[in-house]
Protein backbone atom coordinates (compact mmCIF):
# COMPACT_ATOMS: atom_id res chain seq x y z
CA UNK A 1 0.00 0.00 0.00
CA UNK A 2 1.59 3.50 -1.02
CA UNK A 3 0.82 6.54 1.21
CA UNK A 4 -0.68 9.01 -0.78
CA UNK A 5 -1.44 13.39 0.20
CA UNK A 6 -3.36 15.58 -1.68
CA UNK A 7 -2.21 19.22 -1.60
CA UNK A 8 -5.30 21.57 -1.13
CA UNK A 9 -3.30 24.70 -0.45
CA UNK A 10 0.42 25.42 0.37
CA UNK A 11 1.84 28.47 2.60
CA UNK A 12 5.07 29.62 4.07
CA UNK A 13 5.37 29.51 8.19
CA UNK A 14 8.96 32.19 7.95
CA UNK A 15 8.75 32.26 11.94
CA UNK A 16 9.32 28.84 11.80
CA UNK A 17 11.51 28.41 8.90
CA UNK A 18 8.95 25.66 7.47
CA UNK A 19 6.66 25.12 4.18
CA UNK A 20 3.26 23.77 4.98
CA UNK A 21 1.72 21.08 2.53
CA UNK A 22 -2.15 21.21 4.02
CA UNK A 23 -4.70 18.73 1.87
CA UNK A 24 -5.86 15.26 2.27
CA UNK A 25 -4.69 11.98 3.21
CA UNK A 26 -5.67 9.82 -0.02
CA UNK A 27 -4.35 6.24 1.07
CA UNK A 28 -2.68 5.13 3.82
CA UNK A 29 -1.22 7.03 6.59
CA UNK A 30 1.17 9.89 7.02
CA UNK A 31 3.43 10.11 10.18
CA UNK A 32 6.09 12.61 11.49
CA UNK A 33 9.51 11.79 10.28
CA UNK A 34 8.02 10.36 7.22
CA UNK A 35 9.51 11.28 3.86
CA UNK A 36 7.77 13.12 0.94
CA UNK A 37 8.74 12.46 -2.52
CA UNK A 38 9.50 15.18 -4.82
CA UNK A 39 10.65 15.69 -8.47
CA UNK A 40 14.43 16.04 -7.18
CA UNK A 41 14.71 14.15 -4.06
CA UNK A 42 13.24 13.81 -0.73
CA UNK A 43 12.19 16.24 2.09
CA UNK A 44 11.60 15.19 6.13
CA UNK A 45 8.45 15.77 7.42
CA UNK A 46 8.85 17.72 10.78
CA UNK A 47 5.34 17.56 12.44
CA UNK A 48 1.64 17.20 11.14
CA UNK A 49 -1.43 18.96 12.38
CA UNK A 50 -5.06 18.33 12.04
CA UNK A 51 -6.90 22.15 11.59
CA UNK A 52 -10.57 21.27 11.69
CA UNK A 53 -13.00 24.01 10.51
CA UNK A 54 -16.82 24.07 10.82
CA UNK A 55 -17.51 22.14 7.52
CA UNK A 56 -13.62 20.30 6.89
CA UNK A 57 -10.92 18.62 8.42
CA UNK A 58 -7.60 19.73 6.78
CA UNK A 59 -3.68 17.56 7.82
CA UNK A 60 -1.07 19.67 7.56
CA UNK A 61 2.68 18.56 7.25
CA UNK A 62 5.56 20.98 8.18
CA UNK A 63 8.54 20.66 6.20
CA UNK A 64 11.74 22.73 7.66
CA UNK A 65 13.99 23.94 5.15
CA UNK A 66 17.44 25.86 5.69
CA UNK A 67 17.86 28.00 2.79
CA UNK A 68 15.63 30.41 1.17
CA UNK A 69 16.83 27.94 -2.19
CA UNK A 70 15.55 25.15 -0.67
CA UNK A 71 12.08 27.32 0.47
CA UNK A 72 12.08 28.21 -3.34
CA UNK A 73 12.29 24.29 -4.33
CA UNK A 74 9.75 23.67 -2.50
CA UNK A 75 7.03 26.17 -3.16
CA UNK A 76 7.88 24.87 -7.29
CA UNK A 77 7.05 21.32 -6.60
CA UNK A 78 5.25 21.05 -4.20
CA UNK A 79 2.18 23.16 -5.57
CA UNK A 80 -2.14 23.00 -5.08
CA UNK A 81 -3.95 20.20 -6.51
CA UNK A 82 -1.01 17.88 -6.89
CA UNK A 83 -0.92 13.87 -5.46
CA UNK A 84 2.66 13.55 -3.41
CA UNK A 85 4.08 10.12 -2.51
CA UNK A 86 4.92 9.61 1.54
CA UNK A 87 7.64 7.31 1.65
CA UNK A 88 7.95 5.70 5.24
CA UNK A 89 11.74 5.94 6.96
Same mark, same amino acid.
Given at each position: ?7 ? &???? !???? $???? *????? /? %???? &???? !???? $???? *????? /? %? ?40
Amino acid at each position: MSNQFKIR &TTFT !LESQ $DCFV *VAGDI /I %EGEV &TKGM !LIKT $DTGR *VTIKS /I %EIATRKDESLTSLLIAYGSDKERKRLQTQLTKGLTIYILPL
